[in-house]
């Protein structure tokens, strides 16, 4: 890979959107601006589930990651930053697509919360019901 050229990828999950570069360099991960520890208030868990799938593929040292993402909450976003990850691995190597695809970091979870009905307190939750 040239000098400034990178792997990109676009992750959602929820309401949290998550754009990944891959660079050529020594593993350092980035998101928005802050080292990854920093961003994920040393939460070993969620670092450890971002780099899930450079793991899988053992691709670890080989880059660094800057990531921006916004929305959402913290486990929406490390989703969102997992898938991220993986969809730019896969335009990079192809032939990696099948691993990750098997590992289903490739699947991105459709759930979103659902829209408030007029004349309900939330989507679906009513009022109490009252006898008298």
Do not use: C, H
Not at 30 to 37: E, R, S, V
Not at 43 to 72: C, H, M, R, W, Y
Request: charged share 35%.
């Amino acid at each position: 890979m040239a000098e400034g050229k990178y792997f990109y990828g676009l992750g959602r999950r929820k309401a949290a959107t998550a754009r990944a570069r891959l660079y050529a360099g020594k593993g350092n991960l980035t998101i928005n601006d802050k080292p990854a520890t920093e961003y994920l208030d040393g939460n070993k868990t969620f670092l450890a589930e971002v780099t899930d799938p450079l793991a899988l593929v053992g691709k670890q040292k080989e880059f660094d990651i800057t990531i921006k993402v916004s929305g959402g909450g913290t486990a929406g976003q490390v989703d969102a930053i997992k898938l991220a990850i993986a969809k730019a691995i896969t335009v990079g190597y192809a032939d990696l697509r099948t691993t990750l695809k098997k590992a289903e970091f490739l699947r991105r979870d459709p759930r979103e919360k659902e829209s408030k009905k007029y004349g309900l307190r939330k989507a679906r939750k009513r009022e109490q019901y009252s006898k008298r």
